[in-house]
């Protein structure tokens, strides 16, 4: 499977769709079928919604690395709390799906920088 693209946008741009309506329900569609249709924190499968790990209130982006498929209860429970400190005093907290939540929320730049780092160590 494709992953999600990055945002949105980029649906309406890369003309899969022709509305931005139609670009978000496609962009959460691809979010949850990444996640299996599982809420990312506890694994349930009802009433799954897109959850910004940076709240958008907070300057959180409606990017896909800022999203992951979330329950409505652990995204109502999760409020305003930085993730790692609400998931981690859950009782359903699994180190699996915490290094699953990890891997995808990575920012890609980080990678970009190690590159850029390591190419000005060659040349010194
Ligand atoms: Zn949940």
Known sequence: MTPPLHSPKE???NLHVTSSGEAKRLWRRHIKEEWDNECAYCGSAENLTIDHIVPR?????????NCLCACHSCNQDKGHTPVEQWYRS????SNDRWDKIKKWTKPESAINLYTYGSRRNNLS
């Not at 209130?57 to 690395?65: A, L, M």
């Not at 859950?90 to 907290?93: G, R």
């Open 11 to 13: 649906y309406l741009f």
């Open 57 to 65: 209130s907070k300057g959180g982006p409606d990017f896909s690395k």
């Open 90 to 93: 859950q009782e359903f907290f």
